[in-house]
């Protein structure tokens, strides 16, 4: 006898996952280009002039402009950002939203959530309105940190609005680095020395990305702080401090690297720069501020040209 075993159902449950997925891809897109054209159609309406850009086609400051808008969602604001300095407010619309009934339907099947958004202010529902007060003047931009870099004395040229990590390129190796505060004209705080999986420093922007998914906790959006953790570090009770702590506003962190290899990562993984045995890495928030329209919960009672990116 001779039995044969098909997997003509499993193939077919498959494939019909396979096209959910594509749907659901399909649909962001289609999603994220509506928003596009609905907010340049708004601009059209308020006859200021404006000038579309491809995220990836910006390389060089932006200068000259009275607002950048940026359409996408928080990596889109992140990217802009670099190229922005201290004079240029920028307002975030999150073009694709997570839709919570479209997360909890397709949860059995694949992960349905969207865009998070944290900084955008704006949706295509409320950025008419927006606009209009921002061109009116009825509202202002709030003041955000970033972090300052320098390597071995050199100034990186990018400002973190999100948060630093500094690691070997291995994540299966360990790093070695240490570290101490200190404030300007002073002698340093007593050295901490790491062999862990690398240091996170966020600014409080980035506060409730991955540095509270590692252990870290959220910082007041306006806060000057900057927060680090060391990434799985090799000792006993290494969650108390010192692995875990702030940088106050007048301090910096200066980091000693003693592995043959290192990586910086800022603001994700697009950004990067080498460091190598015996180099030094100072972190501070003596960086320019940005200006940013942030989301009305954000923001305390008391808060302290157009470009448009796409």
């Given at each position: 006898?001779?039995?044969?075993?098909?997997?003509?159902?499993?193939?077919?449950?498959?494939?019909?996952?396979?096209?959910?997925?594509?749907?659901?891809?399909?649909?962001?897109?289609?999603?994220?280009?509506?928003?596009?054209?609905?907010?340049q159609n708004i601009l059209r309406k308020k006859h200021v002039d404006w000038e579309a850009v491809y995220r990836f086609n910006l390389c060089r400051p932006i200068r000259d402009v009275d607002l950048v808008v940026?359409?996408?969602?928080?990596?889109?604001?992140?990217?802009?950002?670099?190229f922005m300095d201290d004079s240029i407010p920028v307002l975030g619309v999150n073009s694709d939203p997570t839709q919570a009934e479209e997360v909890e339907d397709c949860n059995k099947e694949f992960d349905a959530t969207r865009s998070t958004g944290y900084?955008?202010?704006?949706?295509?529902?409320n950025f008419e309105q927006i606009i209009d007060d921002i061109l009116e003047n009825h509202a202002r931009p709030s003041e955000v940190s970033r972090m300052s870099i320098t390597h071995n004395s050199k100034q990186l040229p990018t400002y973190a609005l999100n948060d630093v990590l500094?690691?070997?390129?291995?994540?299966?190796?360990?790093?070695?680095?240490?570290?101490?505060?200190?404030k300007e004209d002073q002698s340093s705080s007593s050295m901490?020395?790491?062999?862990?999986?690398?240091l996170r420093v966020s600014t409080a922007a980035g506060s409730t990305a991955a540095m509270l998914s590692s252990g870290g906790f959220a910082m007041p959006i306006l806060s000057r702080d900057l927060q680090y953790i060391v990434r799985e570090p090799i000792s006993p009770g290494a969650y108390?401090?010192?692995?875990?702590?702030?940088v106050k506003p007048e301090e910096l962190m200066e980091i000693a690297w003693y592995c043959n290899e290192g990586l910086i990562y800022i603001d994700g993984s697009?950004?990067?720069?080498?460091?190598?045995?015996?180099?030094?890495?100072?972190?501070?928030?003596?960086?320019?501020?940005?200006?940013i329209f942030l989301p009305s919960h954000l923001i305390s009672s008391k808060p302290a040209g157009m470009t448009v990116v796409a």
């Open positions: 006898m001779i039995v044969l075993i098909s997997e003509t159902l499993r193939v077919r449950l498959l494939l019909l996952q396979l096209s959910q997925v594509i749907k659901y891809l399909d649909s962001r897109s289609l999603v994220h280009m509506e928003a596009i054209n609905f907010c940026t359409i996408g969602g928080d990596g889109t604001l992140l990217q802009a950002s670099h900084l955008c202010a704006a949706t295509v529902k500094i690691c070997h390129p291995c994540p299966a190796t360990v790093s070695r680095f240490s570290f101490s505060k200190k901490v020395h790491c062999r862990s999986s690398g108390n401090s010192p692995m875990h702590g702030t697009h950004i990067i720069h080498s460091v190598q045995h015996g180099d030094i890495i100072e972190l501070s928030c003596k960086a320019p501020k940005l200006k």
